[in-house]
């Protein structure tokens, strides 16, 4: 116990110590300069005879035993001085004051080779010394008085919040495995993030530049590849994944039991692309898979409407929208089920495209309400109803998307076991509000296809995952796992998901992976995320300073393990995040902190070995117009041809009665006042 009496005890030995130490440096000046002392007549007999058994010793022998044994009473009387504490005492100054304060006091021995005079040099031997020994006094005072206790040099808390990582290599065939280093209490140890469950989705986060595409999605590629898996690609920044993609198959693919293909939708490059039909009638089963496609060409093309879904003025588009692709479908057996012909088709003038919509009896209920407003003259509701639809798929009458959406190379089904496939849609960030709503089709036609039973294990990676809309992501990655489809999305920030994707899907989004992995992010991204990850345990100290002593107090509480503010300053490459597991490969530390190691050079020659993506076709300008007005005739011809069977078949089943629209409507304004006949349920409507 730290009583009163032990502290006089203790204050006792240390000035006892002190006087030992001043004692021994005067005996030694005395006994080495005694000559000169006695000249001075500044002795005694009694001090002689002291004096003369003390110079006896061994200490006093020499020029050094002595000042070193004075010095070290000296650092023993400094051990427990104690004084005001003072913030402003530097170690600088301590250092110098010591180092000068030894130097005097062991050199002061030199000024006696000086040519002067016994009394001159001895005075000044004894002064430096002194001075010396007084300066290593004080240094070792204002050692005693600086506060110790600042250090906690650790101001932003970085080493109080490590925690230990997962340092084993955990691999199985569907693993993805990232070597990373992490600092753990100042320690620089190796780790790795095990992706052992990519099936649970994988979202990665980050703002541009923090290494989402480099660090991340580059390796999940040639890893996945590595293992056989089939895969479908949206490159939003053409073609910066695909050549990867590519060349990765290059190198892997005698690892496949059946060779994958490799195809490429890109609408710039017409030279380089692939054609493929998104609305593939063999994939549409029912009218359902309409509906689907038809709502994500909507959405994609009007970002705004998914906020809106199941207004009327939402809804009606998208039922007239579903209405043409299927009837396009079940026509000839869906001889023109193509985007660019529904596109031709939406652009009919009403009296003709109704008659012709309403010859599908499937799809009577989804036109009625637009005949209905056409036959009351309407025509401001109707306008409303399905102008936003024609305004927003006009922008899609291009002769470049006509020919890639008109063609048929391949088929979306990635993983079929007898016809794996890569695939890889690019986008352009220029053309972003045109191509997104088309490569949206895609996507939600591919996913359909490959969420099945009995297919090959696939992924699917998508860079810039908000710049696409598909509806029913949340759903993918709940059921695909069980159909050993991997799903990884890339983000810059969650509130770019909930602009274009709705607060309360993002939010299902976000919440539904199990794993994690993000960069730099901020504002409300970074407080989730560091909210997600959970608190650990960290020491806390508190001091208090009064005028002699400080007291410390130390605890420990739990606190976020990684803050939002440390993740809004984190570097390039620098990533933290949490991983799954399965119950067979229990993972104890999920959560990791740590910077992901490439091999910089080595990716720097492997991409210049890169192989460019090979020319599909030579592609002239001509062939491209011709495809365009190829199906602008079809389309005419299929209305023409439409419209006169039916009205032959009316003329002659009603004694050549007239059953067109028009008919109806003029009919209806000439008996208007007169004559309160319903109009007839034929085609006069």
């Given amino acids: 116990m730290n ?95 010591m180092g000068a304060g030894l130097l005097l006091y062991f050199c002061g021995i030199f000024f006696l080779y000086l040519p002067w005079s016994d009394s001159l040099l001895i005075g000044l031997y004894s002064l430096v010394t002194i001075i010396g020994f007084l300066l290593i006094l004080a240094a070792g005072t204002w050692i005693s008085r600086r506060i110790k206790q600042s250090l906690v040099k650790d101001i932003f808390n970085s080493e109080n919040e490590t925690f ?103 609408f710039d490059d017409l030279n380089r692309t692939h054609r493929c039909n998104p609305l593939d009638p063999a994939a549409m089963t029912d009218i359902t898979d309409a509906t689907e496609a038809s709502r ?25 929208l579903t209405a043409i692709i299927w009837y396009l479908r079940k026509y000839k057996d869906g001889k023109y089920c193509t985007l660019p012909h529904v596109i031709e088709l939406m652009q009919a003038d009403y009296e003709q495209l109704f008659n012709v919509l309403q010859q599908e009896d499937e799809i009577k209920v989804l036109i009625n309400p637009f005949i209905s407003a056409y036959r009351n003259e309407a025509m401001a509701q109707l306008e409303g109803q399905i102008a936003s639809a024609k305004i927003g798929l006009a922008r899609l009458s291009s002769p470049q998307l006509y020919y890639v959406l008109s063609g048929n190379d391949f088929t979306l089904d990635v993983n079929n076991p007898e016809e794996p496939k890569i695939i890889c849609v690019g986008n352009n960030p220029q053309k972003l509000q045109v191509y997104g709503a088309v490569l949206s089709l895609y996507i939600s036609r591919m996913i359909k296809l490959v969420n099945q039973k009995g297919k090959l294990k696939s992924a699917l990676i998508f860079d810039e995952f908000p710049t696409i809309f598909f509806n029913n992501m949340d759903s993918l990655i709940a059921t695909a796992r069980s159909n050993k489809v991997a799903t990884a999305l890339a ?68 606190d976020y393990a990684i803050p939002a503010s440390k993740i809004s300053s984190l570097s ?82 009603k004694g050549k009665a007239s059953n067109k629209v028009s008919d109806g409507i003029k009919s209806k304004k000439k008996a208007a006042g007169k004559s309160k006949e319903k109009p007839k349920t034929t085609m006069s409507l």
């Fill in 491 to 558: 983000v810059q920030d969650f509130s770019q998901l909930k602009k274009d994707y709705g607060a309360e899907q993002s939010e299902v989004i976000t919440g539904i992976v199990g794993n994690i992995i993000a960069g730099q992010v901020t504002g409300s991204t970074a407080k989730t995320l560091s909210e997600t990850f959970g608190k650990i345990m960290q020491d806390r100290q508190s001091k208090s300073i009064n005028s002699s002593d400080i007291s410390i107090s130390q605890s420990t509480q739990l």
């Fill in 296 to 320: 994500t060409i909507m959405m994609g093309l009007n970002r705004d409407w998914i906020k809106k879904q199941g207004d009327f003025f939402v809804e009606s588009p998208i039922n007239f």
């Fill in 3 to 97: 009583t009163g009496e032990d502290t006089q005890g203790l204050r006792k030995i240390l000035d006892l110590s002190r006087m030992i130490s001043v004692f021994l440096l005067s005996m030694h000046f005395y006994i080495r300069f005694f000559q000169m002392f006695k000249s001075w007549e500044w002795n005694s007999e009694i001090t002689d005879r002291i004096v003369g058994q003390l110079a006896r010793l061994a200490i006093f022998d020499g020029w050094w035993l002595a000042k070193f044994a004075a010095l070290l009473f000296l650092a023993i009387s400094l051990l427990g001085v104690k004084g005001r504490k003072d913030e402003n005492i530097s170690f600088k100054k301590i250092y110098l004051c």
């Fill in 164 to 266: 230990p990582q997962e340092e084993r290599l955990l691999e199985n065939e569907y693993s993805v495995n990232l070597p990373a280093r992490y600092n753990y209490k100042g320690e620089i140890r190796d780790s790795w993030i095990n992706l052992i469950n990519l099936f649970r989705g994988l979202l990665v986060a980050g703002t541009p530049g923090a290494g989402k595409s480099y660090f991340v999605i580059r390796h999940l590629i040639d890893q996945l590849i590595g293992k056989g898996f089939s895969m479908f690609i949206y490159d939003f920044k053409y073609d910066d994944l695909s050549v990867i993609a590519y060349n990765c198959l290059l190198k892997y693919i005698g690892r496949y039991k059946v060779k994958p293909k490799f195809y490429v939708i890109n």
């Fill in 572 to 653: 390039s490459g620098e990533f933290v995040g949490m991983v799954a597991d399965n119950p067979e490969e229990k993972i104890i530390l999920k959560m990791f902190h740590c910077e992901i190691q490439n091999d910089h050079d080595a990716i720097a020659r492997e991409e210049k070995q890169y192989k460019p993506i090979p020319i599909v076709k030579q592609v002239s300008i001509d062939e491209i117009k011709e495809n365009y007005e190829n199906i602008k005739s079809q389309i005419d011809d299929l209305l023409k041809s439409e419209v006169a069977i039916e009205s032959k078949e009316n003329n002659i089943g």
